[in-house]
């Protein structure tokens, strides 16, 4: 496979081909190990309610760091639908509502 590369200046070359190396060591680590992590906000979202249900059974003042680390985590995928420029209090609520459906892949697509 050959891929040539053009651009008005060695810099901008020098950027793109380190782009085009970066994607290419993605992918050489991808193939062999299928493992990933769903994004888009679904596994803060699933951690929240992890770490929600930890709350409920922590005792005392220490209940209320662990309700604040939860709501850190629910407060990322609104924060990832605003830079999205997308209307993040109705994504988040169906974001949500997956979740509690069981559909823990549920994340924010940017694109659609």
Known sequence: CTVVLRAANNQILDEAERSLHDAL?????????????????????????????????????????VEAFARALRGLPRVIAENGGLDAAEIVAAMRSAHQAGDHTAGIDIVK
Do not use: N
Request: proline share 7%; hydrophobic share 50%; net charge neutral.
């Open 25 to 65: 060591c993605v992918l050489s680590q991808t193939v062999p190990d299928p493992r990933f992590v769903h994004g888009g906000g679904a596994a803060e979202l699933a951690m929240s309610v992890a770490v929600d249900k930890i709350a409920a059974s922590t005792p005392g003042k220490a209940a209320l760091a």
